[in-house]
Each structure stands twice: as C-alpha cells, then as structure tokens.
C-alpha cells in the first residue's frame, strides 16, 4: 500500500508561483510513475504531468509546458510540482498519484492517489 500526501497549494495572484510537494510512504514507485492531475468544481480530472520515477522522464499537458516542472527527491520519497507563471484557469484542487502502468496518461491507469491540495490562482 502507497500514501501520497499533498502540501503547499494555496492563494497566489496571477503570474505568482507555488511549489507543491507529494510525500510517499510505504511501498515506492522507482520503476514506475508519479502524477499530478487537477480538478475544478465540475470538471473531470485533468493530467498535468508525470515522471518516471528511476530515470526522471517527464511528460506534460500541452496547458503547463513551459510554465509547471515536475521533480523527484529520491532520499526524500517526494515528488514536486514547480508552478510558475500561474494563470485563473489553473484554479483546482491538484493531487498527486502512483501508477505501475507504463506511459500513463488517464485517472484511471493510477493506482494511489493523495487527498488533494487547493491551488487559487486570482486576476
């Protein structure tokens, strides 16, 4: 079993950025992936970004290229997301997710998910 801890959202005006972490625990990922999704009140979940945890891959949505980075801490067991020049429109609740799948890109090739974190992006 995986738990995924979500921290750092928040309130930030447009423009500003937010750096947001996913601690795990229990069994790790290193052969696998690591994702973040978004959802805002209404919407189906959106992929954001993932890595390939042992070789540090990435892979985007076409909305965060260039602006969102994502990262891993081996030592740590901790994957981050580094939002730079947010937009309104990223306003969600993000949270982080485990997949053993190859390539995964869709919710429901993830395994464990963490509770969710608030990211307000204001005009």
């Known amino acids: 079993q995986v738990q995924l801890v979500e921290s750092g959202g928040g309130l930030v005006q447009a423009g500003g950025s937010l750096r947001l972490s996913c601690a795990a625990s229990g069994r790790t990922f290193s052969s696998y992936y690591m994702g973040w999704f978004r959802q805002a009140p209404g919407k189906e979940r959106e992929f954001v970004t993932r890595?390939?945890?042992?070789?540090?891959?990435?892979y985007y949505a076409d909305s965060v290229k260039g602006r969102f980075t994502i990262s891993r801490d081996n030592a740590k067991n901790t994957v981050y997301l580094q939002m730079n020049s947010l937009k309104p429109e990223d306003t969600a609740v993000y949270y982080c997710?485990?997949?053993?799948?190859?390539?995964?890109?869709?919710?429901?090739?993830?395994?464990?998910w963490g509770q969710g974190t608030q990211v307000t992006v204001s005009s």
């Open positions: 997710a485990a997949s053993y799948r190859a390539l995964p890109r869709r919710p429901y090739e993830y395994d464990y």
């Open positions: 890595i390939r945890w042992s070789s540090g891959t990435t």
